[in-house]
């Protein structure tokens, strides 16, 4: 059963913007409100990182490396997380992963982002 779907992933230049979204159909509106939501990336041959967090009183944590270039928000009507990326970079070039704090869902297909320089 599919728990978590990521998309809005694709193909842009470099300096271009992506939003990507991650819809919980599974979850009921408590229970997404109340956790933590995570966005994480993997790039080939390397692990997984964590680039942006989310609580549910909307505080929100960035990686260093994307500070001031990617927005994470989230929208309890629709059950859905977001990162907004702007400035991209080829090296944000990855699978990119949604999930939650304890306990953790079955990850999703993920969304694919390519940066061209």
């Known amino acids: 059963q599919v728990q978590l779907v990521e998309s809005g992933g694709g193909l842009v230049q470099a300096g271009g913007s992506l939003r990507l979204s991650c819809k919980t159909p599974?979850?009921?509106?408590?229970?997404?409100?109340?956790?933590?939501w995570y966005w994480y990336r993997q790039a080939p041959g390397k692990q997984r990182e964590l680039v942006a967090t989310?609580?549910?009183?909307?505080?929100?944590n960035y990686a260093e490396f994307v500070k001031g270039r990617f927005i994470i928000s989230r929208d309890s009507a629709r059950k859905t997380v977001y990162l907004q990326m702007n400035s991209l970079k080829p090296e944000d070039t990855a699978m990119y992963y949604c999930?939650?704090?304890?306990?953790?869902?079955?990850w999703g297909q993920g969304t694919q982002v390519t940066v061209s320089s």
């Open positions: 999930n939650r704090d304890f306990p953790e869902l079955p």
């Open positions: 599974r979850l009921i509106t408590s229970t997404f409100n109340s956790a933590v």
């Open positions: 989310i609580t549910g009183g909307r505080n929100t």
